[in-house]
Nanobody, 120 residues
């Protein structure tokens, strides 16, 4: 069973930046499309897919939800079994717990997530 560990969240002012990391316990990026999801406050069990990257074997193309286009960038280091989400120009509405998982269907066990809070 693949384990996912998210990190890098924190409290940041509007307009600030954070880089999230997702460490996987196995070499999954070669064959899995992976994505970043977020769960906004008060929305239990509702995971919004905000970015995804197809597998290495599928060409590593990226997708972003409209609300984060131009601000978020998904990337990965396959040698480290780690995926990243660079988040720039953060807005209060980006406040959420961020998770990584397979995409568009999240079929792996959820990690603990990492909290991102955007507030002045």
């Amino acid at each position: 069973q693949v384990q996912l560990v998210e990190s890098g969240g924190g409290l940041v002012q509007p307009g600030g930046s954070l880089r999230l990391s997702c460490a996987a316990s196995g070499s999954i990026f070669r064959f899995y499309t992976m994505g970043w999801y977020r769960q906004a406050p008060g929305k239990q069990h509702e995971y919004e897919l905000v970015a995804r990257m197809t597998s290495i074997t599928s060409g590593s193309s990226t997708y972003y939800v409209d609300s984060v286009k131009g601000r978020f960038t998904i990337s990965r280091d396959s040698a480290k079994n780690t995926m990243y989400l660079q988040m720039n120009n953060l807005k209060p509405e980006d406040t959420a717990v961020y998770y990584c998982n397979r995409a568009p269907q999240a079929t792996l066990a959820w990690g603990q997530g990492t909290q991102v809070t955007v507030s002045s």
